[in-house]
């Protein structure tokens, strides 16, 4: 039988590409009736507050970057806090560990506006190329960290760029984390499975399609180019969100302090919100929030 190590995929035999595809797979579902207080949809909302670590994780030392990073801080957390509180919704922002300790004071008035703090890396690294004891070492220290900043140990994860390895999962119930937000099998809430075995841990799905960064990033060094204007981003974030709610599912939507928060496109979260809550039967929550419910209800 040919080495699957040395050989191409179409050489692989069958019981290496199964172990391959069966190491994280989805479980049951979990798709409430209705949500909390009889609502139809949930919205999770999220921000992913990379700030400077997005040119540090790869020993990146631009200065023009890190401001990039900071305007993350310095203007569009406040941005986005501010319209949060314009509309009484509440949010989870996925912070590393680095970012975290740049700027305590956001991380702690956030928790103290009631918003949910997640784990998302020491530095921004990529989870896949670690090897295990840094891996867990790191995932371990991030946790810590941000429990130390915010008062309140952090119950979920969103790996860095939502790069999952092999051990990435088993460190998490190792960890005793109730959801994870990196993975993208569903569009509502479901039971991963580890080597065939349910965890108990609940994956909250995301999808590239819900994401700004697929429609705004630049690198002036990369073949990075935004391409997408604001108002057909929101026209693609509202059709996910009319869809979840005609199902009766989740509307979850990743953004990015650095990405979201300027000026031409800010405008973009407050419609979605507006145009959500104008619908009435629609609940707002922390992913936590809609991670337990769903596991409780589905």
């Not at 050989?7 to 391959?20: G, I």
């Not at 949060?84 to 912070?95: D, I, K, M, P, S």
């Not at 506006?113 to 997640?118: A, K, L, R, S, W």
């Not at 936590?288 to 769903?294: Q, S, V």
Request: proline share 6%; hydrophobic share 40%.
């Amino acid at each position: 039988m040919p080495d699957a190590t040395t050989t191409e995929p179409w050489q692989w035999s069958e019981p290496h590409w199964r172990k391959l595809v069966e190491q994280v797979r989805a479980g049951r579902r979990y798709r409430p009736q209705r949500w909390k207080d009889g609502a139809r949809c949930a919205v999770a909302l999220s921000f992913d507050s990379d700030h400077e670590t997005n040119e540090l994780r790869e020993g990146g030392k631009s200065i023009g970057r890190m401001s990039w990073g900071q305007f993350g801080n310095r203007v569009g957390v406040p941005r986005i806090e501010a319209l949060l509180e314009r509309h009484g919704v509440r949010a989870t922002f996925y912070v590393p560990a680095v970012a975290a300790l740049l700027y305590p004071d956001e991380q702690r008035r956030l928790v103290a506006n009631g918003h949910e703090i997640g784990i998302h890396g020491w530095i921004h690294e990529l989870n896949s190329v670690l090897p295990y004891e840094a891996e867990r070492d790191l995932m371990l220290r991030s946790a810590d960290a941000l429990e130390t900043v915010t008062g309140t140990r952090p119950v979920g994860l969103r790996t860095p760029s939502w790069d999952f390895s092999p051990n990435t999962l088993a460190i998490e119930k190792e960890m005793g984390l109730a959801y994870d937000s990196s993975l993208m099998a569903d569009e509502d809430c479901y039971e991963l499975l580890l080597h065939g075995e349910p965890t108990g841990i609940v994956e909250l799905p995301v999808e590239w399609v819900r994401d700004d960064a697929v429609y705004f990033m630049m690198h002036r060094f990369q073949s990075l180019r935004p391409y997408t204007p604001p108002a057909d981003v929101l026209d693609i974030f509202r059709r996910e969100f009319d869809a979840a709610y005609a199902e009766g599912g989740l509307f979850q939507l990743t953004m990015h302090p650095h990405i979201i928060g300027y000026r031409s496109r800010i405008w973009i979260l407050e419609e979605i919100v507006r145009h959500a809550k104008a619908r009435g039967d629609v609940w707002f929550a922390t992913h936590a929030e809609i991670a337990a419910y769903a596991k409780a209800h589905g």
